[in-house]
């Protein structure tokens, strides 16, 4: 009879191992309230950062296919606005015969996503870690910088509805990070500082012109 249970269990288990969890993350990303570096930026988001999918290849782990495109494309739009005078979505990177109408040009991209779940840490919380890699070239194409930035979430409370809820929460604070990390980081790079120090400062028109773009945005 004990040899019986214990099949049916196993076979249990085996099938909750092999079910895939599929997860869009979403949720809430304030924008930052910091002083704009003053100058303009246009951003690439090329199609595998958009549609970025992760999706868990280990047999050892259960299945998870997480959808993080659409999100971490809303926290760069949430916070780069705040971080520049003006900011601008390109369709492709500058060349010095098609330079870009802003005077910087971002380029983000996911170079490593990993997690842990419960089963795994013995604890009852779900982390994230999301490795970014951020190259910035000027208008007419040449690289300015070329830096990692990171992101680290973990679920704020052990008592959420589904694994699905948790790991989105992870990710939500893992995405949070990445805008602090950005907010005060960016203008702390040595190549984009000293790129900084060369620029001639934005007139009294730059400034009235993004104030007004500023309030609109917010309204």
């Given at each position: 009879?004990k040899s019986v249970?214990k ?5 249990l288990l ?10 869009k993350v979403?949720g809430?990303?304030p ?12 951003v690439v ?5 958009r549609n970025?999918?992760?999706t868990?290849q ?10 993080n495109?659409?999100a971490?494309?809303q ?5 780069l606005p ?5 900011v601008?979505?390109?369709?492709a990177l ?5 330079p ?6 971002m380029?983000?991209k996911?170079?490593?996503f ?5 089963r795994e840490t013995?604890f ?7 490795k ?10 040449s690289l300015v910088?070329?830096w990692?930035a990171?992101a680290?979430?973990k679920?704020?409370?052990a008592?959420?509805q589904?694994?699905e809820d948790?790991?989105?929460?992870a ?5 949070r990070?990445?805008g602090?990390?950005l907010?005060?980081?960016?203008a ?6 000293a ?5 001639p400062l934005p007139?009294?028109a730059?400034h009235?012109?993004?104030?007004i773009?500023q ?5």
């Amino acid at each position: 009879m004990k040899s019986v249970t214990k099949v049916v269990l196993l076979a249990l288990l085996s099938t909750l191992w092999g079910c895939t969890n599929n997860l869009k993350v979403e949720g809430n990303l304030p924008a930052p309230l910091i002083n704009p570096i003053p100058q303009s930026v246009g951003v690439v988001y090329d199609e595998n950062f958009r549609n970025y999918i992760y999706t868990e290849q280990s047999k050892d782990r259960s299945k998870w296919v997480i959808d993080n495109g659409s999100a971490q494309v809303q926290l760069f739009q949430q916070v780069l606005p705040k971080l520049f005078l003006r900011v601008e979505e390109l369709e492709a990177l500058p060349s010095a015969e098609l330079p870009a109408p802003t005077q910087l040009v971002m380029h983000p991209k996911v170079t490593d996503f990993q997690y842990s779940v419960p089963r795994e840490t013995k604890f009852k919380i779900f982390e994230v870690w999301i490795k970014y890699n951020l190259t910035v070239y000027d208008a007419h194409g040449s690289l300015v910088a070329d830096w990692i930035a990171t992101a680290y979430g973990k679920t704020p409370t052990a008592f959420m509805q589904s694994n699905e809820d948790a790991m989105n929460a992870a990710i939500i604070v893992a995405l949070r990070d990445l805008g602090a990390n950005l907010s005060i980081g960016v203008a702390r790079v040595p190549e984009i500082k000293a790129w900084l120090e060369k620029q001639p400062l934005p007139s009294e028109a730059d400034h009235h012109d993004t104030s007004i773009r500023q309030a609109q945005a917010g309204s």
